[in-house]
């Protein structure tokens, strides 16, 4: 398990971003990644508003194939998450594994396509998403050694601020990607 604590926000001008990323920290790789989101039918994770407070999920990256349930927790009243408990565990067989969960009654809700650059900048590890539907992201999770999640919290910001990050609370986005596609397509 890892408890994840990160700020991720909508931003226009991506190369400018990629330009400070340069001065604080160094690209470690640059992957194409699916995510497809699953509901069992018991539970539809999707009704719960104003968005999802667990996932699942089946990650397709180019060295591996991941299944991962997360599940927020500390989470405020406007939506925030402040962090969230992660699981995962590798798949070997991924087409086998999606006929059990079909078998099991899990329904695939949507698919999450997007280019992905990954970050190493010290304290942070820095995810820039171009999300196929959505446009450019940037995320920023602390990864130091932080003494709680409020200070690895503050972390996050004034690393934004440091990459130049302006006004980044008018485009914090506190929902998931599978949400934001949903409602686009619902439009």
């Not at 089946?58 to 009243?77: A, G, L, M």
């Amino acid at each position: 398990m890892n408890v994840e604590v990160e700020i991720k926000v909508k931003i226009d001008d991506f190369e400018k971003v990629k330009k400070n990323l340069l001065d604080a920290g160094k690209l470690v790789k640059s992957i194409k990644q699916i995510d497809e989101y699953y509901i069992p039918c018991h539970r539809d994770f999707f009704a719960n508003k104003p968005h999802p407070v667990e996932w699942l999920r089946i990650r397709t990256n180019p060295d591996k194939i991941v299944f991962e349930y997360d599940k927020s927790i500390n989470k405020k009243s406007d939506g925030e998450q402040e962090c969230a408990n992660e699981y995962e565990t590798e798949i070997s067989q991924p087409e086998e594994f999606r006929k059990i969960l079909e078998f099991l009654d899990f329904k695939k809700v949507i698919t999450v396509n997007k280019q992905r650059e990954y970050w190493d900048c010290g304290d942070f590890e820095v995810c820039l998403d171009n999300v196929k539907g959505l446009g450019n992201f940037i995320e920023v999770e602390a990864k130091g050694d932080f003494e709680n999640t409020e200070k690895a919290k503050k972390g996050c910001m004034d690393f934004l601020a440091k990459l130049g990050v302006k006004n980044w609370q008018e485009n914090h986005i506190k929902k998931g990607y599978p949400v934001l596609l949903l409602e686009k397509i619902n439009e």
